[in-house]
């Protein structure tokens, strides 16, 4: 028997309708550090969204994600200290002239928002050889960032706010979640429904970094190639206009 029969769908575009609104949730989606309510994401919510992360592509389908959810003041309390900790030696990283600009922005939202998430990659789940990982070994490291992407699309559009706290020390933040030690800690969240975002990145509004515009990024044949009046590099523009970028 054909194990594919019956297993495909159509794959045409979406309605206009439809693709808008993906759409919308990327060019919308924000991280949020600062607004977030106390009210609680219900489990039905949070379960859609994560059922989205599981559904992100994975090379090897190794699927090699795991997601922690975190509601214990306590054990968030413990991660804000190593977050307060790290973030104290991130200044020192930046020139002088920075570093007061650095303080004077909110970084995490640990505590204040209701829920955390640490999605992790466990690089042994589809064993010592993967399809897809037999010449590059960060392939499901990569695959996990893939769903973390989904999750926060989808709280986008559930109208739940996302925020990457990514200044903290990996091996004692496996530490004060018991991850085992050949898990990878990639990502942690903190989840919670806000009132208002910003229209642009909060990092952009309050001077940090701009968005790079597409000659910066767009290369033709070969890294460097550049091509200032090729029609995609124009379209690009026009499609950054409209999203508001």
């Not at 307060?84 to 909110?106: C, D, G, I, T, W």
């Not at 990659?121 to 010592?128: I, Q, S, T, V, Y």
């Not at 989840?191 to 001077?207: F, M, N, S």
Request: net charge neutral; hydrophobic share 40%.
């Amino acid at each position: 028997m054909d194990p594919t029969k019956g297993a495909l769908q159509p794959s045409g575009p979406f309605l206009p309708a439809e693709r808008e609104a993906v759409y919308r949730a990327i060019f919308t989606r924000r991280d949020v550090r600062s607004q977030f309510s106390p009210q609680p994401v219900p489990d039905d919510v949070l379960a859609r969204i994560l059922t989205a992360g599981h559904h992100a592509p994975s090379v090897g389908f190794m699927q090699p994600w795991s997601f922690l959810v975190l509601h214990c003041l306590d054990t968030r309390h413990k991660v804000r200290a190593l977050f307060e900790e790290a973030n104290a030696e991130a200044v020192a990283m930046f020139p002088p002239e920075k570093q007061a600009h650095y303080r004077s922005l909110k970084l995490e939202g640990i505590v204040d928002a209701p829920v955390n998430l640490c999605i992790t990659c466990d690089p042994d789940r589809a064993g010592p050889v993967v399809l897809g990982r037999t010449h590059d070994m960060a392939m499901d490291r990569y695959s996990t960032v893939c769903a973390v992407q989904n999750i926060w699309l989808a709280a986008r559009a559930e109208g739940v706010g996302v925020g990457w706290v990514s200044i903290v020390d990996p091996i004692r933040l496996r530490q004060v979640l018991g991850i085992p030690e050949r898990v990878i800690p990639v990502a942690y969240l903190c989840l919670g429904y806000v009132h208002e975002a910003y229209a642009r990145p909060e990092l952009e509004v309050k001077g940090w970094r701009r968005r790079l515009p597409p000659e910066d990024i767009l290369s033709f044949d070969g890294w460097g190639g550049q091509r200032p009046d090729h029609p995609l590099l124009v379209a690009m523009r026009a499609a950054m206009g409209e999203a508001g970028s």
